[in-house]
T-cell receptor, first 111, second 113 residues
Framework: GENVEQHPSTLSVQEGDSAVIKCTYS??????FPWYKQELGKRPQLIID?????GEKKDQRIAVTLNKTAKHFSLHITETQPEDSAVYFC??????????FGSGTRLQVQP | ETGVTQTPRHLVMGMTNKKSLKCEQH?????MYWYKQSAKKPLELMFV???????ENNSVPSRFSPECPNSSHLFLHLHTLQPEDSALYLC????????????FGNGTRLTVT
């Protein structure tokens, strides 16, 4: 089955800096890659997703890049703010089975 | 209102008890999921239902028994649980097909004593 590895497990940045979280996947047939944000005590919420027919997608301060050859994808957050502090999860799916999630990255933005 | 409602929010049960978790979605989705979230495995898939039919069981022990009477409701029946089953249980729904965004409920925080 699919295996998704996520790094780093924790990330601390200064407000205004950029943050990058990286994930690798094992199944080359995977074609859907969402990212979820989970604030403390709250439910995971989708923040951005990308499909295998594009290499990059942006939404304001958030961007995701996909390298199908290397089987990795990354989340980029620019101009970080304290409200970006949360746990971020990447995930991957081939479309034949439910999403497989990474182990999560705890992002702390220092004011 | 999240679109996916879970009850109860908190549950404490003994190892000999029987209890049920409930999930209801108001989004018109056809797929529903149970995930377990703990410190060891942050988002671990348990069960998937598509159009009321179970399509995935991720080797979950039989002390967890899911039920999906229709596309809007999902239950997780619990009996003779172990302390290591203490976790946050998250329900989610999506459009039919696995390449659709998941919408999560707020979860049930379960403590087994």
């Amino acid at each position: 089955g699919e295996n998704v590895e996520q790094h780093p497990s924790t990330l601390s940045v200064q407000e205004g800096d950029s943050a990058v979280i990286k994930c690798t996947y094992s199944d080359s047939a995977s074609n859907y890659f969402p990212w979820y944000k989970q604030e403390l005590g709250k439910r995971p919420q989708l923040i951005i997703d990308i499909r295998s027919n594009v290499g990059e997608k942006k939404d304001q301060r958030i961007a995701v890049t996909l390298n199908k050859t290397a089987k990795h994808f990354s989340l980029h957050i620019t101009e970080t703010q304290p409200e970006d502090s949360a746990v971020y999860f990447c995930a991957a799916s081939t479309g034949r089975r439910a999403l497989t999630f990474g182990s999560g990255t705890r992002l702390q933005v220092q004011p | 209102e999240t679109g996916v409602t879970q009850t109860p929010r908190h549950l404490v049960m003994g190892m000999t008890n029987k209890k049920s978790l409930k999930c209801e979605q108001h989004l018109g989705h056809n797929a529903m999921y149970w995930y377990k979230q703990s410190a060891k495995k942050p988002l671990e898939l348990m069960f998937v239902y598509n159009f009321k039919e179970q399509t995935e069981n991720n080797s979950v022990p039989s002390r967890f028994s899911p039920e999906c009477p229709n596309s809007s409701h999902l239950f997780l029946h619990l009996h003779t649980l172990q302390p290591e089953d203490s976790a946050l249980y998250l329900c989610a729904s999506s459009q039919a097909g696995y390449n659709s965004p998941l919408h999560f409920g707020n979860g049930t925080r379960l403590t087994v004593t």
